[in-house]
C-alpha cells in the first residue's frame, strides 16, 4: 500500500478549501437569514451544505494524522460519511414533507447530489476496512462530488434565493 505521506498534499488542500468553503456557507446564510429562515427546507439545504464541505474537511483531518493504523482510518472514515449521509437525508425528507404537492424534481437532483458526495467516502472506509489500498482512490470523487454538492446549495443561498 502506498504510504498515506504521498496523499498529504491533497489531504491538506482538501481540508484547507473546505474550511474556506464552509465560511463561505456562513457568510451566505447570515446575509440571508431572515429570507432561509422564511423558506421551507433552506434552513436543511444550508446544513447540508455545510456537511457537505465539513465532511471533506474530517476526512482529510483525520487522513493526516501521522501513524494512524489503516483500520482505525477506515473507521474514521465511515463514521464521518455515515453520519454525514443520515444527516443529509433526514434533511431531505423533511424538506419534500415541508412542501407536499410540490414537484419531486425540486428533490432529486439534490438528493442525488449529496449521495455522489458520500457514498464515495462510505465506500472507501469500507475497502480500507477490508485492506485494499484501493480506498484511498475513493476519497478523490467524495471529496469532488462534496464540492460541488456544496458549492450548488451556497449558490442557491446566496443567488438563487434573491429571485
Same mark, same amino acid.
Given at each position: 500500500?502506498?504510504?498515506?505521506?504521498?496523499? !498529504?498534499?491533497?489531504? %491538506?488542500?482538501?481540508? =484547507? +478549501? %473546505?474550511?474556506?468553503?464552509?465560511?463561505?456557507?456562513? @457568510?451566505?446564510?447570515?446575509?440571508?437569514?431572515? #429570507?432561509?429562515?422564511?423558506?421551507? =427546507?433552506?434552513?436543511? #439545504?444550508?446544513?447540508?451544505?455545510? $456537511?457537505?464541505?465539513?465532511? @471533506?474537511?474530517?476526512?482529510?483531518?483525520? +487522513?493526516? &494524522? *501521522? #501513524? !494512524? *493504523?489503516?483500520?482505525?482510518? +477506515?473507521?474514521?472514515?465511515? +463514521?464521518?460519511?455515515?453520519?454525514?449521509?443520515?444527516? !443529509?437525508?433526514?434533511?431531505? &425528507?423533511?424538506?419534500? #414533507?415541508?412542501?407536499? =404537492?410540490? *414537484?419531486?424534481?425540486?428533490?432529486? *437532483?439534490?438528493?442525488?447530489?449529496?449521495?455522489? %458526495?458520500?457514498?464515495?467516502?462510505?465506500?472507501?472506509?469500507?475497502?480500507?476496512?477490508?485492506?485494499?489500498?484501493? =480506498?484511498?482512490?475513493?476519497? $478523490?470523487?467524495?471529496?469532488t462530488f462534496?464540492?460541488?454538492a456544496g458549492?450548488?446549495? %451556497?449558490? @442557491?443561498?446566496? $443567488?438563487?434565493?434573491?429571485?
Open positions: 500500500m502506498p504510504p498515506l505521506s504521498e496523499w !498529504q498534499t491533497l489531504l %491538506a488542500v482538501q481540508a =484547507g +478549501a %473546505a474550511a474556506t468553503l464552509t465560511g463561505l456557507v456562513f @457568510v451566505a446564510v447570515s446575509i440571508n437569514l431572515g #429570507r432561509i429562515m422564511a423558506a421551507p =427546507g433552506l434552513p436543511g #439545504r444550508a446544513g447540508e451544505s455545510i $456537511v457537505q464541505f465539513l465532511q @471533506v474537511f474530517f476526512v482529510a483531518m483525520v +487522513a493526516l &494524522i *501521522p #501513524r !494512524q *493504523p489503516l483500520n482505525l482510518l +477506515a473507521s474514521e472514515i465511515l +463514521a464521518i460519511s455515515i453520519g454525514s449521509w443520515v444527516f !443529509q437525508v433526514i434533511c431531505q &425528507i423533511r424538506f419534500k #414533507r415541508s412542501l407536499p =404537492g410540490h *414537484p419531486w424534481g425540486w428533490l432529486i *437532483p439534490r438528493a442525488i447530489m449529496s449521495q455522489f %458526495a458520500t457514498v464515495p467516502f462510505c465506500i472507501a472506509g469500507v475497502l480500507l476496512l477490508l485492506g485494499s489500498p484501493d =480506498g484511498l482512490y475513493w476519497l $478523490v470523487p467524495g471529496f462534496s464540492f460541488i458549492v450548488i446549495s %451556497a449558490w @442557491v443561498l446566496l $443567488v438563487e434565493i434573491l429571485r
